[in-house]
């Protein structure tokens, strides 16, 4: 890594973990600054790593070069849901990406909206008519979490209300895997935080098989009839969508839209996103390229290339920071960096 600025220090006493994550945003911009490029190398989850910052490079990375810099097969992500379509790479992803791509077309996206009308009208009719504040992240949070749980498993808490705060429980200890220690420990009386999560992934895994057996209905009978890679390739996905990143990355999202439309000075806004959906489309795609509910992703770089600075060496791991200070403004010509691994 002797080409790229910064430095990637020592194992352990030279990470940067948590300084980068107490705030991203600044942990870069200072980098930034110090070195006078947006591509430097620091160390992060203790591994040397190329903190790529640029809207350019990250197109390059994610877009136009995205064979080139891989998924780690060591990283978190593999662990706690396997082989999925954020996982995979190559021609694999591709195929994937095809297959996967006609449960979000016709008929079976079709059948989902009545669902999501009626999970929307619960969730939020009461929301204008209290005169008290409430906390907007938890409520979006639980709208996601009954969106996915009745469009990819078919469990209405309504009907099924024990199964469906079985498997919220379960999601939660499954993603708390995700920002713990990835060090599996049990002993009397105690696990670590890890291997509690692993545990509630075999849970959620046996959940999903039952589903996959027994339902012919909705979405987990249209993914049966996929052709997929192999037999646990269904199942393994079903575990990605019911997981609680996606409750998450919507309560995020919602909750920023929210801040960022309040007030009597954004009523105009408001109004033309109402009457408009496509400028409602490019305020929701603005707000998740300057508010992105997960901060980056890992790659590895299975090549050299030069990536709008000097090049990135095979083995380097590229760390994507999504938010970026070009054109901060409401509006389609502004830049917006598509993520489609995370």
Sequence with gaps: MSKLVGTAGVSVLGDKSLEFYRDPVAFCQQRIEKHGTRIFQSRLLNKPTSFVCSVEGMKELLCEKSSVFLK??????????GDNIVTANGEEACLLRLSLTNLFT??????????????????????????????VYPLFKRLGTELVLGLFLNVNPDETPELFQDITALCTLHWHGIISTPVSVKVPLWSSGFCTALEAKDKLMDIIKDKLECQRQGFVGYLCDLPLPDASCASQHLLLFISALIPKALASLLTSFTLVLSGAGKKEIRNHARADPDYLYYVLLEIQRLWPPFIGGRRIANQKRRTGAPPLQPRQRPQELHRSPAEQRLSQGSVWVPAPAL
């Design 72 to 81: 780690d097969p060591t990283d978190v992500m593999h662990n706690m849901y």
């Design 106 to 135: 016709g008929k079976c996206l079709a059948s989902g909206s009545d669902l999501i009308n009626s999970v929307s009208e619960r969730c939020l009719k009461d929301l204008s008519a209290t005169g008290e504040p409430v906390s």
